[in-house]
């Protein structure tokens, strides 16, 4: 494996790391200021004026798109590896840059998915808009009846009418239904019950005015109300064309594997560059306070927390390299194990690093004066999306056995 950046990936780094501290972080006041006044106006999920205005700036700086190798516009021909230290960097800022960039989730995913698995039609339909940034979409997989952290058994039935899906059920976890220019959902589903287990749901495109798609409610995390929303959504007889079916009938679970894989070292990058950001707020704030005739970063507890943070980051953001570079280079479906790992690793490092900086605030650790506390919430979140922990070791330890001699007998 090569560890240093790739040329082409330095280019996109110096430009990324100028966007970022001219323009991204400077924004972040502004961006909470207009949320705030959209919420007393009763548009909690309309998105404030100034990501626009840092869209325009990243499209016409390159900064667009870059999570998709071959991208329509331009073709940046990023690999996973080289895009990884770039979702680090939009960490810094994971409620604005990433949007900005084109490149937040779940959109990420979508694209791939109707990148890869979706016929001209509905890229021509959905996947070109998407990629423009004129629209957004949702992934409706999770639901509230079931345990989804085991997928298969998830219930929400897509039958087959004629030359129509007719859909009921229940998802919730919807993340960015709520915002008004989310135009369609990637919902799966049941198609064949009687299918061996992993072939027995399927991905269909529905678009949010269908009748039948209604929201249930907006849930927030910890309390907070994010700006695209987690929606729940109830599919009452919703009817969709039977050309809407990505990919083939039975294939959910393989274009789910194939949407998971490189968006777990996506979200793992990101909480990487948060555990950054958490690490230099705390040093810094160690500087500015002075506690029992001392200050804190003479600490010794302090500086223990610190130093640890460094070596976490450190050793965290090699093993997300590690498996970037094994799907770049035997594919995501070799590198199973490390993709596993990777997100229980990350999240429960940045959890902790998050943790020791709000300790290290204080009282302003858990208000709005900083955003440690609304990074806590995410990161927390980050141990349950995509499948909990727990979930990920059973994978790896029966990845591990099955390689194991004694195991085999």
Not at 38 to 52: M, T, Y
Not at 166 to 180: E, S
Not at 270 to 291: D, H, P, W, Y
Not at 348 to 359: G, S, V
Request: hydrophobic content about 40%; some cysteine; glycine content about 8%.
């Amino acid at each position: 494996m090569e560890f240093n950046n790739s040329l082409k990936a330095e280019e996109y780094l110096d430009r990324l790391r100028t966007f970022m501290e001219h323009k991204v972080l400077p924004s972040e006041p502004i961006y909470h200021e207009q949320r705030e006044a959209l919420k007393i106006s009763g548009q909690p999920h309309v998105l404030p004026a100034v990501i626009e205005e840092l869209k325009e700036y990243a499209r016409a700086k390159g900064l667009w798109n870059l999570f998709l190798p071959d991208s329509h516009e331009p073709a940046h021909g990023l690999t996973v590896t080289d895009y990884a230290a770039l979702a680090e960097i939009t960490g810094w800022s994971p409620e604005i840059a990433p949007e900005a960039l084109n490149c937040s989730a779940p959109d990420t995913g979508n694209m791939e998915v109707l990148h890869l698995f979706g016929n001209e039609a509905q890229k021509q339909q959905w996947l070109e808009p998407l990629l423009r940034g004129e629209i957004r979409s949702g992934f409706a997989m999770t639901e509230p009846d079931v345990a989804s952290s085991d997928a298969s058994n998830i219930s929400t039935s897509i039958k087959r009418t004629g030359d129509e899906f007719v859909i009921n059920g229940r998802k919730w976890w919807t993340t960015g239904a709520m915002d008004p220019r989310c135009h369609v959902l990637i919902v799966m589903g049941l198609t064949d019950p009687d299918a061996e287990s992993y072939r027995r749901q399927s991905m269909v495109l529905v678009p949010m005015d269908t009748p039948g798609l209604s929201i249930v409610r907006n849930l927030t995390v910890f309390g907070y109300e994010d700006q695209h929303g987690h929606a729940e959504i109830l599919f009452e007889n919703v009817k969709v064309p039977v050309a809407n079916l990505i990919g083939e009938a039975g294939s959910g679970f393989e274009i789910a594997q194939a949407r998971l894989g490189p968006g777990r070292v996506h979200h793992c990058m990101r909480a990487i560059g948060m555990a950054e950001r958490a690490l230099s707020l705390m040093v810094n704030r160690s500087a500015e306070r002075t506690a029992f005739g001392k200050g804190l970063n003479q600490q010794g507890v302090i500086q223990e927390w610190i130093a640890n943070a460094r070596i976490d980051i450190e050793q965290a953001r090699l093993l997300v390299l590690k498996t970037a570079w094994l799907i770049d280079t035997v594919g995501a479906k070799a590198a199973r194990k490390e993709i596993a790992a990777i997100k229980v690793v990350v999240p429960r490092m940045a959890e902790k690093i998050i943790d020791h900086a709000i300790q290290t605030h204080g009282a302003a650790g858990v208000s709005q004066d900083t955003p440690l506390a609304a990074m806590f919430a995410g990161i927390r979140t980050l141990r349950i999306v995509d499948g909990p922990d727990e979930v990920h070791l059973r994978d790896i330890a029966r990845i591990e056995l099955k390689s194991h001699p004694s195991s085999r007998k």
